[in-house]
Each structure stands twice: as structure tokens, then as C-alpha cells.
């Protein structure tokens, strides 16, 4: 019963980051219709935002989180501009090759500038913890988690109630709806991407406090951050927050009760299986 | 040029690639097996990406399950090649009809990521699998035979070529393109859509899946990394693309020269391939997004102006 | 039609562009320069680098009363299995290197060696441990890393010798070839030592998230913890660890440990990780080109600007290995190299370099420690060589 506990703990707490790496692809997604396969490898860069901030300047983590967010959405923002925007009324698949030729792009840049070597966000406080209900919850998990309600708590309000978030919002649904809000579908798009990215960026900041850097970490974390995304749905960012605990748990109790190696079949099983099971509700919102 | 000629100059190409074992070097030859293969599983997938429109990236379950079935029947069983190979290729039409019912009924990027999942799942549950080794793969029996393995690679890619010559005329072609321009138009057309997108996905499963026999018997060592590789998934659309989706020698063309820049990257300038690899994709789809085939036909009228009326015409 | 005069123009002109007259000896390698596997790749190929060089320094190689400078042709494989086996096979056939040395990783080396063997051209490679490519009866395949599923043999020893002696111990593995063949030998020497196994766990490579596991562990609660698994695995399980308040008694992992890598990233918590090593930096060792091990790792942190570790060692003696047989087959001739490289034994900053019967070298591994932010050498088949800091505090008594 005590495991089962810290085993829920555990999962949930993973959960709060998933959410967070999976906000910006689902927004992306949702709203431009672009998968973009060169998000783990904003992840990737927003981590070392963070490590280079904490190492060169001792910066907190929590500090530097709203500098790497900056650093990525400008990354995000150009990127779009100048090189997504290009192919826009392109064929779909062709927004899925050049994202995945920005991927390579980037991790083998990361590689030269920033070498292969395993880095991490280490701050003295990084693996301190404290008890609640007989489990055992790391502080910096906790905060991450809270940091990422918080950010998905104040997205959601963003698209809500400012006039870029309705229009953001109104893009999603129609290009030319959007005009209405009196903002430029292109400045539109690369605000979102823009975005898209800083979310990213923070969620990679927080990743380096609890796991370990190199250049080609992003490939696992876009492919986790679609299962959520999907599963989460597109439609809200608090669907991702659900979809992202949901994975997390469910991947805690695969590696207990069925084994490590089996947490893969599981989370990209429920994937296809959602996508298959609810093909209606999901195809409604792409059509 | 009408079709007679241009059939024969297919035909003369393809003899004398037949013939270069006899004189090529065994780099020449090595090289030829895996451009030859990558062309067969890029025809794999512009039957169903090219001619009927879905962005699949679960072609290389195909690969890998082609790949697992030869060495399974072959270091498992103690069956001979040929076997193995068929073993493989019934494993992928079993996967294409089981999982194609349900993954092929979305559309769009969710048919993408569904198919994406599939890979990983694939991955995952082989590397649990007794039977094929685990995650620590299977050694085949080292065969020492360039030469065989690349007619036979030459044959898969001429018999996948066919195919896809007999679709590009038939009526079931005719149904897979009307699947691709509308599907809902074409389902009130009365043509049976899933079972003409489930055909599809088998076709290119058979074809994957030999290619990938091939290469597990070639390369005499699988693990489930390699064997579901995703970015041979990615390789397979980058050159159906670049050659010309949904044209019958295009991805064949886009194979050759793709690999081509490729293999002389990662030798001449090593470390820095990806690298290039990867700006070469963004080019290539930002000024030429239809593909060489469209570049060759409209470049002599419009010359440099075809890549700048090409960002003209995609940009928002 | 172009297409196809082009194809035959390309043959044409590599096929023209080989025979040369031989003055140098060249030896081919594929490593991972970049990919998920670059950074210990990069061990390998400025560890070859460095042997040539210093090889060529003392005057080259001496075969059959002819000198000839060592050449070196390294490709990088992106950490791509498969690209890299087209890599060996164009190493050989094109740019006609004489031999081959050796890509990191045991599943790279389980793929690479089927081009040596069908080409019979020898290999030499410091970069495999499993089981597996040895098993297989092929005759041009040889390893200079000690047999993987006794990698924690001296561990095992040495916990016999602690006060209390860990009693129950839990086993993590990952499931790549190397791994799964660590974890296949040590259950057995866990048997033999009488151990009691409460755990005994099969990961994916590549697990970033360990939460379940170390939350398991805490409720078995062994007296020490075995990892077999990849240095990213050991430096995400101590964070977490750390972060979930998991001290055994010791724990202790198979790679990792000895790097430099793992001491920056962790800081003071890599203190108290037990790790193994078949390469000590001592002044005793005696090499003929570098002096000792501790010249070797000196000069090379001089000239890399990181600090060396068993890789590198191993790299080094691979090529020193090759000049030996060289030199005592008095010929190139591929087949006889072979026989002569089945043959050698000699003194290197490594260690004795000999090969059994099935081409694997056998060096004892020492168990290291890493104790205020050093690595010690705490014990190996000669007995203890330094104290052990054992048990291992809880992680807010430190």
C-alpha cells in the first residue's frame, strides 16, 4: 500500500512535467496544424539554456525559467518566419519533413557548439526531499510541477482573455476569422510558434533539474510529448495537464506491475488506441 | 517522349545495373544494395503516401517485421532464406490488415501519428519477445554474397516498380488517387475505400517487408533499434518527395540521388553529414516541394524563377 | 539513361583510383563521432590518433626489415549500426586499409565483426564486451575489454570482505546485448557467493525515468545495488536516488563511474558510487611508447583537454596490439596477421595484452570508488588497495 502510494506520487509528479513538455506541441498543433517533429529538440535547447545560466552565471533553474522560455520563444519566433512560413500552404506532409529536418539541424549544432558531453542542472537543493503521508516527494518535482500547472493555468487564461489568445484561438478555427481580432494571420503564426517553443524551453529548463542533458534527448521527448498531446486532446491546455498525469501514471504502474521494459508498449498503446477508439472526436477538430 | 521509349530506356537501365556486379567495386556494389533497397521501400510508401495519400510512418514496422521474420525463421527455425523471407513478408500483410482496419480510418496527421506510435509499440513489444532475441537482436548466419543480395535487391525494386506501373494504369490506382484528391467524394463514387486503403497498405507492406529481409540477411546482425528505425521511415517520405509522390519512377530517382548525396557526405565530410543531411531536407522541401520530377518538367520554361515562384506560392 | 551512365562513370573512377604503391600501413575504424553514442565515441577515435602518432614518433613499424609509417582512416558512423558496417566494408574495398580497428559499443561490434570475418581481415576492438561477439566461432574478431559477464566479478569478492557484509542484493540491468550479459554472469556469481538476490530487473536502454524502480527498491530495501546500464542510466538513477532518499549500504554501476563526465555533472553526489575499471592510472605499468599510464594520461589530457579513462587505454592498446603482430608475423599478409595477433603478449599502459582462445582479452577489473570527488582504487584480485567508504551515509548525513 505504502509502494502503491509513492508509486501514484511518483507518477503524478512525472505527469506535471510531461504536461509541460506536451503544452507547446499540442498549441502548435491545435492551432496551425503543424506536428512539429523539432519540439524535443526545443526541449533540448531550453535545457541548455538553463544548464549554461546555472553554470556560467549561478542562476537558479527556477530563475533562469522565464530566460530560457524568452531564449526559445525567439528561436520559435524566427524559425516560423523565416523558414516554416515559407511552406505553410505546402502539402501536410512536407511540414512534417522540414520539421524533421530542423530537428537534425539543431541536435547536430547542439552537438558542435555544446559537445556530447551528459550535463546536468545541478543546484545544491536538487535532490532534497520531504515526507507527506509516509511518501517521500523530491522538492524539485514538486516545483516543477507546480511551475507547470501554473504556466498551462496562465496559457489557458492567455487564450481566454487577451485579444493575441482569441486570436490565436479564432486561428485555429479559421484563417480569416482571425482578422476580425485585427491581428495579421502571419504575425499570428509566428507568435504562436513563438510560444509553442517557449513552453518547450521551460520545460526543458525544469527537465535538466531532474534528469540528465546531451544533444539527443529530444527524439523521446517529442514522441512522448504527441502520446500526451493526443491523449490529452487538443482543444484545451488543461487536457494536457490530465493527458500528461494520466501517462505518468499509468507508465509508474506498467513499470511495477508489468515491468520496465514494458512502459513504452503501454503509453504509445494507449496512444493508438485512443486515436482509434474516439477517430470521431479527434478527426473533428482537423477537418 | 512516348512510353515505348521510354519503357526501353528503363529496361536498358535496369540491365546494365544488373550487370555491375561483373565489373563494379565491392563498394560500388555495397553502396548499389542499400541505394536498391532504400528505392524498393520508397516505393513502399509512395503506394500508400504517394498514390493514396497517407502520410505513413509505420513503414518501417514493415522493415523491421520483414527484417524479424528472416532472422527468426533462419536462427530460430533453421529454415532456409527464401522461407524466411516469406515469413516476413505474411507477418506484414497480417500487420497491415489487423492494424490497417482501424489506424487507416483517420486522417491526416493522426493517421502520421498513429502509425508513429505503432512503431514505437512494434519496437517495444520485440525488444520483450523471447523469441526474437530480445533487445539484444539476432546474429544470421554469415552469408558472403554481395553480389546475390544485390540482384536480389534489384529484383524486389524492379517488382516493385511493376506494381506500381500496373497501379499507376488500373482501376485500382484510379481508386487509390480518387482516395487521395477526396476521399468522401470517392467513397459516394461507390469505390470500396477501406478496403482499396487496406490493399494499399499491404502492397507496401510486402515490399518493405522484403527489403528488409534482404537487408537483415545482408547485414547478418538486427536489433529492434535498427530494425524499426524510424528515421529510415523518414528517409522513405524524404525521398518519395524529393523524387515525386505518386509517379512511378520518381522515388526511384529520389532514392539514387538522395543517397547518392548522402554516402558522399558521411565519407567526405564525416562529422558533419547530419548536419547537411538535414539542411538539404529544409531546402529541398522549401524550393522544390513537389519534387524532382515537377523541377525537370517545369525548369525549362520558368529556369531560376521556378524556386522563387515555389516560396511565392507555399508562403503564408 | 543519365542516370545510369552516371552510376557507371562513379564505378569507373573509384575502381581506378586503387592500387598504390605501399609505403604506410593503414588502419580503418568507423566510430561514433556524433549521434547518441558520440560521447564515449570520441575516446575511441582521439585514443587511435594518439597511438598512431606516438607510433609513428618512435619510427614507425618494423615488418619484415621494412619500415613503414602507421596511417589511420577514421569514418564516423553517426551511431548508425548499419551505416557503419557499409563504412568497415568501404574501408576495406575502396580506401584498402590493412586492418581494422574497432567502433565503441558491443552491439556496433556484434554487426562490424561479420565484415571482418568475410572478409578475413583481423579486427581489433576495445569498444564490445558482450558474450556474444565471441561466441560466435569467428576467427578475426578480437576484444581488448574484459569479458562482460564478469564485470562484477571483483565486486562480488570485495563485498565479502566488507563489515557487515551485504547480505541481499538487488540487480538492475538494461536490455542491450552488453548489459543482459553482465547481468547473466553476475547472477551466477551471486549464487556462488552465496548472495541473496531480492531484485532482479530487466529496463529499457535509454529509461530516464527510474522513479518506480528506486521506489521499489526502497521497499525491498537490499544492502547493495547492482547497475548494469549506460552512463546517462547511472547518472539519472543517482539524482534520483538522491531526490527519493535511497541509500543502500553500497551501490555500484558498470560504466560511468571512472569518468570524468560523472564526477562534473554530479558533483558531490557521485561520491561513495562503487564502479569497476580494467585500467588503473599507474606509474608501475610499462609501455613501449608512452612510458606508463600515467605519462599516457597526462600527455593525453594535454593534448584532448579531457581526462582519459578505460576506453581510451583499451583504444591504445588495440593499435599497439596490431604493430606487435605485425611485427611478429614479419608480413601484412592478413591471414598471418592473425595467427601472430592470437600470439602476442606483452606489457602495455593497459595492462597484459594476450588473447584466450575465442579472441577476448581476460584483465581483472579493479573496483574503484569515487571518495571526495576522486576516484580511488579500492580493490582488486591482489586484495584491498584502499579503504572503502562503507556503509554509505543516508543522503542528509553527507
Not at chain 1, 503543424?34 to 519540439?39: K, M, R
Not at chain 2, 516476413?88 to 501519428?113: C, D, E, K, T
Not at chain 3, 562513379?10 to 547518441?36: H, N, P, R, W, Y
Amino acid at each position: 500500500m505504502q509502494l502503491l502510494a509513492q508509486i501514484l506520487a511518483n507518477g503524478v509528479l512525472l505527469g506535471g512535467l510531461y504536461a509541460l513538455m506536451a503544452l507547446g506541441l499540442a498549441l502548435v498543433w491545435g492551432v496551425l496544424n503543424i506536428v512539429n517533429l523539432a519540439h524535443g529538440a526545443f526541449i533540448m535547447l531550453g535545457a541548455y539554456v538553463g544548464y549554461y545560466l546555472f553554470t556560467l552565471f549561478d542562476m537558479d533553474p527556477f530563475v533562469a525559467l522565464p530566460i530560457s522560455m524568452a531564449a526559445l520563444f525567439c528561436v520559435g519566433y524566427l524559425l516560423q518566419g523565416g523558414v516554416l512560413n515559407l511552406i505553410a500552404r505546402s502539402a501536410m506532409f512536407n511540414t512534417l519533413l522540414i520539421t524533421f529536418g530542423i530537428d537534425v539541424v539543431l541536435t547536430q549544432l547542439a552537438q558542435i557548439l555544446f559537445s556530447a558531453d551528459y550535463r546536468t542542472i545541478n543546484p545544491s537543493y536538487a535532490g532534497s526531499n520531504f515526507m507527506a503521508f509516509g511518501v517521500t516527494l523530491p522538492w524539485v518535482r514538486v516545483l516543477a510541477f507546480v511551475v507547470a500547472l501554473l504556466l498551462t493555468f496562465s496559457m489557458w487564461l492567455f487564450l481566454l482573455h487577451t485579444r493575441l489568445g482569441r486570436g490565436i484561438r479564432a486561428t485555429a478555427q479559421n484563417l480569416g476569422a482571425a482578422r476580425l481580432y485585427g491581428v495579421a494571420p502571419k504575425s499570428i503564426y509566428a507568435m504562436t510558434f513563438g510560444i509553442g517553443a517557449a513552453l518547450a524551453g521551460g520545460a526543458g529548463d525544469l527537465y535538466g533539474v531532474v534528469s540528465q542533458i546531451n544533444p539527443y534527448i529530444g527524439a523521446t521527448l517529442t514522441a512522448k510529448s504527441f502520446a500526451i498531446a493526443i491523449i490529452g486532446g487538443l482543444e484545451s491546455p488543461l487536457g494536457v495537464v490530465v493527458g500528461g498525469i494520466f501517462l505518468g501514471i499509468v507508465e509508474s504502474l506498467t513499470a511495477l506491475y508489468i515491468g520496465p521494459t514494458f512502459v513504452d508498449v503501454a503509453s504509445f498503446g494507449i496512444l493508438v488506441l485512443v486515436l482509434v477508439v474516439r477517430p470521431n472526436g479527434l478527426l473533428g477538430s482537423t477537418s | 517522349m512516348n512510353l515505348r521509349a521510354k519503357f526501353l530506356l528503363t529496361a536498358i537501365a535496369v540491365l546494365l545495373l544488373g550487370a555491375l556486379p561483373w565489373f563494379a567495386s565491392p563498394t560500388v556494389i555495397q553502396f548499389g544494395i542499400a541505394t536498391l533497397l532504400l528505392a524498393t521501400l520508397a516505393q513502399g510508401w509512395n503506394i500508400i503516401g504517394g498514390y493514396t495519400g497517407y502520410a505513413s510512418f509505420g513503414n518501417s514496422v514493415f522493415f523491421g517485421l520483414g527484417s524479424y521474420g528472416t532472422a527468426i525463421a533462419m536462427v530460430q527455425w533453421q529454415l532456409p532464406f527464401g522461407v524466411g523471407l516469406a515469413f516476413g513478408a505474411l507477418l506484414s500483410v497480417l500487420f497491415a490488415l489487423v492494424m490497417g482496419l482501424p489506424v487507416l480510418r483517420l486522417r491526416g496527421h493522426y493517421f502520421a501519428i498513429a502509425t508513429l506510435a505503432l512503431s514505437q509499440v512494434m519496437t517495444a513489444i520485440v525488444s520483450n519477445l523471447e523469441i526474437a532475441g530480445r533487445n539484444t537482436g539476432l546474429v544470421l548466419p554469415l552469408l558472403n554474397g554481395d553480389a546475390l543480395f544485390y540482384e536480389l535487391s534489384l529484383a524486389t525494386l524492379v517488382l516493385a516498380t511493376l506494381t506500381i506501373f500496373w497501379i499507376s494504369r488500373s482501376r485500382f490506382g484510379f481508386g487509390l488517387i480518387a482516395i487521395r484528391e477526396n476521399e468522401d467524394a470517392a467513397a459516394s463514387m461507390g469505390i470500396n475505400t477501406t478496403l482499396y486503403k487496406v490493399l494499399a497498405f499491404a502492397l507496401a507492406g510486402v515490399f518493405s517487408a522484403l527489403a528488409g529481409g534482404i537487408h537483415a540477411y545482408w547485414i547478418t546482425f538486427i536489433d529492434p533499434v535498427s530494425a524499426f528505425d524510424l528515421s529510415l521511415n523518414v528517409k522513405m517520405i524524404i525521398m518519395t518527395v524529393f523524387g515525386g509522390p505518386g509517379s512511378v519512377l520518381g522515388p526511384v530517382i529520389g532514392a539514387f540521388v538522395l543517397s547518392g548525396i548522402s554516402e558522399t557526405l558521411s565519407t567526405e565530410v564525416s562529422t558533419v553529414a547530419s548536419l547537411f543531411f538535414g539542411i538539404v531536407i529544409v531546402t529541398a522541401v522549401v524550393f522544390m516541394p513537389r519534387g524532382l520530377a515537377d523541377l525537370i518538367r517545369r525548369f525549362r520554361d520558368t529556369g531560376w524563377r521556378y524556386f522563387n515562384e515555389n516560396v511565392k506560392q507555399h508562403r503564408l | 539513361m543519365k542516370r545510369a551512365l552516371g552510376f557507371m562513370a562513379f564505378t569507373l573512377a573509384t575502381s581506378m583510383s586503387s592500387a598504390f604503391a605501399q609505403e604506410t600501413i593503414t588502419l580503418g575504424a568507423s566510430v561514433q563521432e556524433t549521434g547518441a553514442l558520440a560521447n564515449t565515441g570520441r575516446y575511441y577515435r582521439d585514443s587511435y590518433k594518439f597511438a598512431v602518432e606516438k607510433i609513428n614518433e618512435r619510427g614507425g613499424v618494423k615488418v619484415g626489415g621494412k619500415t613503414y609509417t602507421l596511417a589511420l582512416k577514421i569514418l564516423d558512423n553517426q551511431s548508425d549500426s548499419n551505416l557503419s558496417v557499409r563504412q568497415y566494408v568501404q574501408l576495406l574495398t575502396q580506401d584498402k586499409v590493412n586492418f581494422l580497428l574497432g567502433p565503441f559499443a558491443s552491439d556496433f561490434a556484434l554487426a562490424d565483426s561479420s565484415v571482418a570475418e568475410k572478409y578475413q581481415v583481423p579486427m581489433i576492438q576495445g569498444g564490445g564486451a558482450s558474450d556474444q561477439i565471441f561466441n560466435r566461432g569467428y576467427k578475426y574478431i578480437f576484444g581488448t575489454l574484459p569479458v562482460a559477464s564478469k564485470y562484477f566479478e571483483s565486486t562480488i569478492a570485495m563485498m565479502g570482505k566488507l563489515n557487515p557484509a551485504p547480505k541481499t542484493v538487488a540487480l538492475l540491468y538494461a536490455d542491450d546485448a552488453f548489459d543482459v550479459s553482465v547481468a547473466n554472469g553476475t547472477r551466477e556469481l551471486l549464487q556462488n557467493a552465496g548472495i541473496k538476490l531480492t531484485l532482479d530487473q530487466r529496463y529499457s536502454s535509454n529509461t530516464s525515468d527510474f522513479s518506480t524502480l528506486i521506489s521499489q527498491l526502497k521497499s525491498s530495501n537490499p544492502d547493495a545495488i547492482l547497475v548494469s546500464g549506460h552512463e546517462t542510466e547511472a547518472l539519472n538513477f543517482v539524482r534520483q536516488a538522491k531526490s527519493l532518499n535511497l541509500a543502500p549500504k553500497m551501490y555500484s554501476f558498470t560504466v560511468g563511474v571512472p569518468t570524468a563526465d560523472f564526477r562534473k555533472a554530479l558533483g558531490k553526489d557521485s561520491n561513495y558510487a562503487f564502479g569497476m575499471t580494467p585500467w588503473v592510472i599507474s606509474p608501475t605499468s610499462k609501455d613501449l611508447y608512452f612510458g606508463n599510464a600515467a605519462d599516457f594520461a597526462k600527455a593525453y589530457v594535454a593534448r584532448f583537454g579531457y581526462d582519459p579513462d578505460y576506453h581510451s587505454a583499451s583504444a591504445v592498446a588495440d593499435v599497439e596490439a596490431f604493430v606487435k603482430a605485425m611485427e611478429a608475423a614479419g608480413s601484412l599478409d592478413p591471414k598471418k596477421v592473425r595467427d601472430a595477433i592470437s600470439q602476442v603478449n606483452f606489457p602495455s599502459l593497459y595492462g597484459t595484452v594476450a588473447f584466450n582462445a575465442t579472441g577476448q582479452i581476460s584483465l581483472p577489473q579493479t573496483v574503484i570508488q569515487v571518495q571526495n570527488d576522486q576516484v580511488k582504487a579500492i580493490y582488486s584480485q591482489n586484495g584491498m588497495l584502499a579503504t572503502p567508504q562503507y556503509p554509505m551515509p543516508p543522503w542528509d548525513k553527507r
